[in-house]
């Protein structure tokens, strides 16, 4: 930690990897887009000042809509939670830092460029525009006028970067959560806000996969020109039968977990502060807990209600109507518990409870709204009303009114200063009214369709009032501003807690926390919060250090010693900023040259394998080797590159995007590599309460987890494949390749589309499935294999079997090659012909990509391998069990995607 | 605007939807009814019990030194939390139950009872729609095409107090099909149909409009329907075949002149 600069360093923000300095960046950077959509609303209220509108044109207020939605959801509320969610998961589960403290920085990276790429999409034209439930097909670039293609690429990859940062989030959490507690802290046993955190990152994990399938759907109909929505023929665009239902149900099996996303670390939250501020111990606290699990599931099954008018029939409704109407309950009890909680209490009236007490309130209201919506008959005339509206923002902006009650509550802990109270109470009145100001007077209204800036005429007093609520609720929120930064200056300085009654461990640690959180190893073994003192500091001697009121028992065991633990890190930054430049690169590419620039990455990468490999393992054959293959691989690719584009063609003509999607994509080459061989010391937990994953190392867990979610992704795919093949009709589906009339722009029909291919790649996969098992065995076999005269050391023969893996995945790729030419080039099946072919190729072309990427770690294992990394006693042959895990995965993916787009 | 209709026709069950006694407005508006009456009775209990606890077991006591919040108490017969305690329930887990029962109970009940009437608007039973319409929605217009096989892109003119069937699709994006008055709505998908009915009790003018966003005109995109009293439909039939559709576009073009000029105003009940 010598290397971590001190915090007025503008370096060590770009640096840090520390769980609380993360969850500053993450509240900071997320506050700053509350402003942002914040601006967004308020020029949609300025437009309904109106009936036909005032400043914007159509295309204008379509474009505001959108991005306020956007970004409010994704770029404000979940950061904002995350950001407590980073700076006090660690403190309240009794952990020195997250799982993946690295990771951890580059998933607020990622999200931070996100946020800078979909910001930027205004200035590319004209940001996406059709609403963020992006309906298909008017989010294929055949339905978004010209000037706005680019851009709403943009926001496109925008997302996509974001949900990978959601991704490496969800993943670190649940490792953290599962691997990292105090000793003696059961499941169950974690405090509110850290079990709220659980629930949602489960949810997070499988709903954000689901949409990633969805955005990479579509950016495959964006980029591609695959015809999942939309053919482009001839006579201009033409809807496919099945897109438009397909996006729905990928839209909304993610939206409708996300709803709760959004909400429920803000409840955890408020369980905590009625807790504390009503000095009374939550009422059912075990039923809470089991209701929002039960809500986590739930979630998973409601997501056709958001489609009742579409053509599902009365069946599948009466079915998501009984779900629907039961997810409601498990939040009575919810509401129900806090109520209780408060009798008896010894409630104050600070501004945390303030804003407690008005969110639930606002709940309330926007609950029973929303049971409204789970009568089917009202739905359907309450579907693109300001019902809905107004319902679904009582819902999540109380969310947004609980996480800013939560930020007085644990300001004092973040900053050491205590805010003023007059001025926070302030706040909370004039927000109060501002927001029911502003949403209620929607409900009355309700007739007003939604998205739209024509209304009845009888309406725009309602529509007056609702605008100035928005100015009185925005304008409340620069007292808060004002208050936070003035208090930072303040003399009101707080020890551990300032609150009574405040029962969970980061109110036992000095405001703010020191780096390393506790002042010892935190345990509850005791049945109570100690410290003990890291051993091997002062020569093993015992003492102990009472929690306030707290009285220490004598009996608890030492804690091991400390490992060094690393806490900066330039690589996150970096390679989150080569996603921005991709990304930035992607959205204005053409099809022809879509691909170069990540091809031309690979040499790259193999490259500075290479390079990185030499500088920190010290040079070898192997780096000399991978330098050497990595200039005549770019000499090919330019070969291939002059014969499909030219040169000097695109010297001279490719867009300035073409120029940074390579520079982001080879920038990306790099900084993988240097963050690959970065040697970045966190220690395994040790003395800490794992149930139930006792036996699983956190980067086993780790990758578990993201499994798990890759699961949900290919499943997504493969949903998508089976839904449209349905629509289309099991069997005439093969017609659809056969016929050229039949939806299909092809002016041949397709002559074969062979079997073999396919099969002979099954047994390539499954064989390198079997080598590298065998490389594993090999890493950890002790001493020398003799095989008849010959003797085979174990890293040879580690290294055997690695480099066969990568001959098995290299031969199905080749053979995936000469297949797709002849489909492409020959038979002129190409992406978007039909929507046959655009299954097909996205589907097995995400297959091959994993297969892609698999290689490339393949190539750095052997490196590592080959310089002295997992062979031997000493040695961690854990690396080399995860890729396993990982490359099983997509073998068995493959055995599942064979017969259903070969035989079936 | 809103339509009262019959708000106060009699509700039978689900077994005797043989007639078309009530209009979706009808089943809407006692519906909505029924819920703004429920819902504003528990909400507002739920709100004052909540502040009514809040404000009751409220602590006034001063800032104690050094202290930004009261000292803590211990001594009194409630278990207060504890700092680094390993959190625990208070007392309270029946009544909790008892409340959570009941909300249970209410929110059933309404939902079954929603469901009864949700079974009637989807399921006509053997009363046939008097006439069937085809809508297709386009950026940024409704086509229709009458069962006569009349097309048309204009207004939508229907007969008063006949239940009209309607097929809606899209020919380009997703739009939804909604004559909000007449409490009729449907998506309207590419290579989808949907179904929806309606049934006017007054005649008048009402707006289709679109209630999904569907590209720069969605906000524009708004249609006059032309609900026209019986009698003008009936005398429109003796004059001219329906079954034929230029005979029908004939009688169509007349009555949007005819109501362009003025001379439904003192016919329509309702009016934009």
Redesign the interface.
Known sequence: MSDLPPRSSVKRWLVTTNHKDVGILYLLTSVFFLVAAGVLALLIRIQLLQSG?TIL???G??QV?TAHGFIMIFWFLSPFAFGFANYFVPLQIGADDLAFPRLNAMSYWLYLFSGVLVLGSFFQGATF???W?A????NVPA?I?EFGEVGSFATIVALIAFVGSVTIGSVNFLTTIYRMRAK??RMR?I??FSISILVTVWMMLFAFAAYLAALIILSSDHLLHTSFFALETGSG?E???????LWTHLFWFFGHPEVYIVFFPALGALAEMV??F??????????FIISMALVGIQSFIVWMHHMF???IN?EI??VI?VTT?AI??PF??M???L????????????TPFLFS?GS??IF??GG??G??L?????D??F???YWVVAHFHYVMASSAVILIGAVYYWY?KMTGK?YN?FLGKAHFVTSFIGFNMLYFPMFIVW?T??????Y?S?FTPFHLLATAGAFIFAGSFLIMFYNLFASLYSD?H??E???????S?E??VSSPPPLDNFPGKPS?AS????FLDRAGTDGGAKSETA????VATGDETLAPPEEHADHASWWPIMVSSSVLFAGLGISGLSVSYAVWPFALAIPAFIGFLGVEGARQDGFALIHGIYVMVAFPLTVALLILFHLGIGIFEAVGNASPYFWVGLIGSVWGSYTLAGFGYESFEVPEPKMAEQWPFESVENTKLGMWAFIASDIIVFGAFVGAYIFTRF?YGWEAWWHIAEDPSAHTMAGQALEHHPVLPGLINTYLLLASSFTVVLALTAARHKGNYSLGPLTISSRQATLGFLGMTFMGAAGFLVNKGIEWVDLYLHQGWTFGVDVMSSTFYLTTGMHGLHVIIGMLVLLFLIARTYTGAYVGENEDAGTLEYFGLYWHFVDIVWLFLFPLFYIL | MVGSGAILTSLPGVEAVATLSRTQVDIFSRLFLAFVVLGTTVGVVVISYLMYNAYKYRTDAPDADGKYDVEEETDDDVVRPQLGEIPTSAKGGKKLFLSFGLSAVLVLGLIIYSYSLLLYVEDTGDVEPDMEVNVEGFQFAWAYEYDNGFETTGELVVPNEEVVGLEVSSRDVMHNFGIRGLRAKTDAMPGQTTETWFQADESGEYQAICFELCGSGHSNMREEVLVVPTSVWEQGQENYNFDNPDEFEQWYDQTIDAWKNGEFDDQLEVTN
Do not use: C
Request: glycine fraction near 12%; charged fraction near 20%.
């Open positions: 509108g044109s159509g295309v207020y379509n809509v525009m059709g609403g439930t309906y298909a097909p008017l339905y006028p003696g802290l046993d405090p509110l665009p809807a496919t039968d099945s897109g438009s239902l807790q504390t009503a000095g009374r111990r939550l009422v059912g606290r075990k039923w008018l579409t053509s009365l409704k009466t109507m109407v409601s309950l009575d009890l509401v129900f518990s109520i209780y909680t408060m009798i008896k209490g010894k409630i104050r009236w600070k007490i639930l309130v309330i209201i029973i709204t049971v409204f789970g009568a089917i008959v009202l359907y005339s579907r693109g009303t004092p205590m109270e007739e369709p939604r998205r739209v800036f024509h009845d009888g009101r707080v020890d807690s300032p609150w009574a009654y405040a029962s461990p109110w036992a509850f049945g109570k919060l100690n929690t306030d009121g707290g629509e």
